[in-house]
């Protein structure tokens, strides 16, 4: 015996109809779905590869900037080494050129000093040039004493 549920049959065709259009306007708006969705991961996979691409650019842009102010600086260095070497051999040759002239200075108002001395036990006579030069020859013997 059959059970009845109290659908005639032709609205039981009816909504079986009903129901095979809603399955496929779902099984269409899935698919239409699932393509928006590829298209999405395509465009989206796109867009992470140029991002990629654009940022491994900069960093290689970026790399070779910081490689020629490097080797710019290391010009520098070396420019800066070579006149510091240069000061150093001219601060030398100036020093010992400095130490011969204080010593030529030394030596002539140490021999006029000697001369005048001499002159004075004969002569008795003090005069304004040999006060100068007693008043230069004293700081100059005692810088002199202190540099050396």
């Known amino acids: 015996m059959a059970q009845d549920h109290g659908y005639l049959p032709c609205e039981l065709e009816q909504f079986n109809r009903n129901m095979e259009h809603a399955s496929a306007d ?3 708006q899935a698919l239409h779905e699932r393509h928006g969705a590829e298209w999405l991961r395509q465009e989206a996979k796109l867009r992470t590869s140029w991002d990629e691409h654009g940022n491994r650019m900069r960093l290689k842009d970026r790399i070779d900037h910081v490689k020629a102010l490097r080797s710019r600086l290391q010009e520098v260095w070396d420019l800066v ?3 510091e070497k240069l000061l150093g051999s001219e601060k030398t040759r100036l020093d010992k ?5 204080h010593d030529l200075i030394m030596n002539v108002s140490g021999e006029c000093e000697m001369l005048s001395q001499a002159r004075e036990g004969i002569n008795n006579v003090h005069d304004e040039v040999e006060d100068r030069l007693r008043k230069v020859r ?10 050396a």
């Open 81 to 83: 080494d070579r006149e």
């Open 97 to 101: 050129g400095l130490t011969g002239r």
């Open 138 to 147: 004293r700081p100059l013997c005692c810088s002199y004493q202190s540099i």
């Open 26 to 28: 779902i099984r269409g």
